[in-house]
């Protein structure tokens, strides 16, 4: 290699790291907005909950385990609300979102993103849940309700100690203002660019787990990537191969995917996946779609299962 290619790859390996922290920084501030504090509260105890597992973990903000490594099972809810969804208040990510925090065990955490149109900031954290008790400890002695999530949050059990009362109120209000954020964003027609950064969104994601022992990420989107360097929209729906999408890759500030998928445990990632009017709700164009994201996400370790939604 050369000076000048030498150069040429320096400089843009410079570039990719000036951007990334550009990126932190605008990803900071947004969850600063979102949340509307960075700060938080003396460590809150946990509390026993009968299941006889030793000693209490200290609490954060969001009823989380202040020791990352106490964490359980850590899942990502990466949502597409730049269309309205929801044009009678609730909405299909809404609903989706209660099912997974129901599905949450004790010590489980999932952090609920929302797709943007900013290749610098392509997604925007909308809040965060943990679990801080065994579900089975809250719904013992419930009266039995249709859906698990009405059960966690519904009626408490009278005799349910002060302690765990208290965090499971919290731990539902919290689900409760998560769940009204997104039917709101839900209900709203934006007015952008029409960009979605949805790779980029899916990789910092994906870079988040990292230190998970267990992880899954599920996606509520209509999968279609549509960025400045790659846009499903533009491309010929014959021509959604993955050799064509890593050619146009080349000209993206991602950096390469690796040469074969990372020796990491499996990561499940469910896809609530929206097909498109006149596109993906024909069965043949889905099919070719969805092959595409199977082979993209076969090179991060990831193992995709489509969900086709209705709306």
Avoid at 75 to 95: C, H, I, Q, T, Y
Avoid at 178 to 206: F, I, K, P, S, W
Wanted: proline fraction near 6%.
């Amino acid at each position: 290699m050369g000076p000048v290619e030498q150069h040429a790859k320096a400089g843009g390996r410079l570039r990719r790291g000036l951007l990334a922290l550009l990126s932190v920084l605008v990803i900071a501030v947004s969850f600063t907005l979102a949340t509307g504090s960075t700060t938080l509260p003396p460590g809150l105890p946990d509390v026993p909950d009968g299941r006889g597992d030793g000693g209490a973990a200290t609490l954060d903000a969001d009823l989380c385990p202040q020791k990352r490594a106490a964490i359980g099972h850590r899942a990502a809810f990466l949502v597409d609300l730049r269309k309205r969804l929801a044009p009678n208040g609730r909405s299909r990510p809404g609903e989706l979102l209660e099912g997974l925090a129901a599905g949450l065990g004790k010590g489980d955490e999932l952090t609920v993103f929302a797709l943007s149109e900013y290749a610098l900031a392509p997604r925007i954290p909308l809040g965060r849940l943990c679990k801080p008790f065994a579900p089975q400890a809250v719904a013992r002695g419930t009266k039995a309700l249709a859906a698990p999530s009405a059960a966690e949050c519904g009626e408490l059990p009278v005799r349910l100690p002060r302690a765990l009362r208290d965090v499971a109120g919290g731990f539902c209000e919290r689900r409760a203002r998560l769940r009204d954020r997104v039917d709101d964003l839900a209900n709203r027609q934006t007015a952008g660019t029409g960009n979605a950064y949805l790779v980029e969104a899916l990789e910092e994601t994906v870079a988040g787990f990292a230190d998970a022992k267990q992880r899954t990420l599920y996606v509520f989107s209509d999968m279609f990537q549509q960025g400045d360097w790659y846009s499903h929209s533009q491309v010929e729906w014959r021509r959604w191969e993955f050799a064509h999408f890593l050619a146009q890759r080349e000209n993206s500030l991602l950096a390469p995917l690796p040469a074969k998928a990372a020796a990491l445990a499996v990561t499940p990632v469910e896809i609530f996946y929206l097909p498109r009017r006149s596109s993906t709700e024909r069965s043949e164009v889905r099919a070719r779609h969805q092959a595409f994201w199977t082979d993209y996400f076969a090179t991060r370790a990831l193992r995709p299962t489509f969900h086709d939604q209705l709306l």
